[in-house]
C-alpha cells in the first residue's frame, strides 16, 4: 500500500558473478527489479480503482486481481525492513522507528489534512468519511477505528488502512529489535514467531475488534517478504530461471480466478513473494521511467484516489459513453492524470518533507 524505503539501483554485475549484499549504507537499493515493482505495484492499484468507478456506472465487473498491487507492497516491506537492517542488526529500535515515522507519516498527515479541509469546504464532494473528532484523531494516530460512515475500520484516507499494517509491522520489528537484542537469529524468530502466532490465535479465538483488525491472515505477507530477505543471499545463478519465475507469478497474479478475502495471504501472497523474490534477483534493464516510478510510488499511491473520483464524476457528466473505446480512455487517461498528481506530489511534498525529516535525524544523531 506501501511505500517501504527503496532509494537507489543498481545493480552492477550479473548475480551469478557475486553474491548479493546489502547496500553499505543501509539504505534498500541497489535492486532495480523491487525498485521498478513498486512502481508497478503502485499502478496496478491506480487501475483498479478506475476499473471500480467504471464498474459503478457501466456495470462492467472491476479488475480485482489488479489490488493485488498491495499485497506486492507488503512483500516488499517485510523485505526491504530485513534487507535494511541487516536482521535487526544495523539499528536500535528507536532509529528504527524514527526512520519508519520519517518515511511514512509526514506525507499522510497532509494527505489526511487535505481531506479534512475538502470536507469542511465542499461536504457532499466527499461519500466516504466525515468530520468526526475520535474517528479524525485515530486516522492522523494510525488506530484502527471505526469510520462511522462506512461502518467499518477505514481511516480518513481510506487508502490508510494498508498503512494501520504498515505501522503495526514497524512496530512489531521495532519491539523484536530491542527483545532480541539486535541479534539477527533472535530478532528474526522473535519476529516471525509472533506474527504467525498472532495471526493463528485470531482464527482460533474471537479478540476485540481493533487486534482482529490486525491478526488478520493479509499480515502474513509480511512474514514472506522477510523470508524472502533471510533467503536472497542462499539462491543465486543464471537470469533466466529468475525472469521465468516473474513471468509466471506475474501472470498467476492477474490471470488467476479471485479469492474471498479471507485467502488473501494465499491468493495473492503466495505469488507475490515469488515475484519479488525474482525481481530481487534478475538484474541488466534500465529505466529511468520504472525508477522514478518507484521513487514515487508511496505519492502515488496516496494522491489517485481523488483524482480517480474526481474524473469518474466528471466522465459521467460529460461522455456517458461506456463503450469498450471509452473504457480504455478512461483507463489511460486516470493512470495519466494519477501519474502526474503522484509526480507532483512526490516532488513537491513527499521529497522536501522527508529530506528535512532524515536533516532532522541526524542533527539529533550526529
Not at 498491495?70 to 537492517?85: A, E, H, K, P, Q
Not at 477505528?145 to 487508502?159: D, M
Not at 525481481?279 to 494522491?303: C, E, K, P, Q, T
Not at 516532488?347 to 518533507?353: C, H, I, K
Request: hydrophobic share 55%; net charge positive; with cysteine.
Amino acid at each position: 500500500m506501501n511505500k517501504a524505503a527503496l532509494t537507489t539501483t543498481s545493480v552492477a554485475t550479473p548475480a551469478q558473478d557475486r553474491p548479493i549484499q546489502p547496500p553499505v549504507d543501509g539504505a534498500a537499493g541497489q535492486i532495480v527489479g523491487v525498485q521498478y515493482l513498486r512502481g508497478f505495484a503502485a499502478l496496478a492499484v491506480v487501475v483498479y480503482h478506475l476499473s471500480q468507478r467504471w464498474e459503478s456506472f457501466a456495470g462492467v465487473p472491476a479488475l480485482e486481481t489488479l489490488r493485488s498491487g498491495v499485497d506486492v507492497f507488503f512483500v516488499i516491506s517485510g523485505f526491504v525492513m530485513v534487507w535494511s537492517t541487516n536482521a535487526g542488526a544495523r539499528l536500535s529500535a528507536r532509529d528504527f522507528m524514527a526512520r519508519r515515522i520519517i518515511r511514512i507519516v509526514p506525507l499522510y498527515w497532509v494527505v489526511t489534512t487535505l481531506v479534512l479541509v475538502a470536507l469542511l469546504v465542499a461536504p457532499a464532494a466527499i461519500w466516504w468519511t466525515g468530520t468526526y473528532p475520535l474517528h479524525t484523531i485515530g486516522s492522523f494516530l494510525f488506530l484502527p477505528l471505526e469510520n462511522p460512515r462506512i461502518g467499518a475500520i477505514y481511516p480518513v484516507v481510506p487508502l490508510g488502512w494498508t498503512l494501520l499494517f504498515e505501522m503495526f509491522f514497524y512496530l512489531c520489528f521495532a519491539l523484536a529489535i530491542m527483545l532480541g537484542r539486535r541479534e539477527p537469529k533472535r530478532v528474526m524468530t522473535i519476529l516471525i514467531a509472533s506474527m504467525v502466532g498472532f495471526v493463528l490465535l485470531g482464527q482460533l479465538v474471537q479478540l476485540p475488534e481493533a487486534l482482529d483488525f490486525y491478526a488478520r491472515p493479509i499480515l502474513l505477507e509480511f512474514v514472506f517478504g522477510m523470508i524472502a530477505g533471510l533467503l536472497v543471499r542462499r539462491f543465486v545463478g543464471p537470469q533466466w530461471p529468475w525472469l521465468a519465475l516473474a513471468i509466471f507469478s506475474l501472470a498467476a497474479l492477474i490471470f488467476l480466478p479471485d479469492m474471498p478475502n479471507s485467502w488473501r495471504a494465499l491468493r495473492f501472497g503466495v505469488p507475490a513473494v515469488l515475484l519479488v523474490h525474482a525481481a530481487i534477483h534478475v538484474a541488466g534493464w534500465n529505466s529511468g521511467f520504472w525508477h522514478r516510478m518507484g521513487d514515487m510510488s508511496y505519492s502515488l499511491y496516496l494522491a489517485h484516489y481523488p483524482v480517480v473520483m474526481g474524473l469518474a464524476a466528471l466522465w459521467t457528466a460529460s461522455l456517458p459513453s461506456t463503450s469498450p473505446i471509452a473504457y480504455a480512455g478512461f483507463l489511460a487517461l486516470g493512470c495519466l492524470l494519477s501519474v502526474a498528481a503522484g509526480y507532483a506530489c512526490w516532488l513537491l511534498v513527499e521529497r522536501p518533507l522527508v529530506k528535512a525529516g532524515r536533516a532532522h535525524l541526524s542533527s539529533k544523531n550526529p
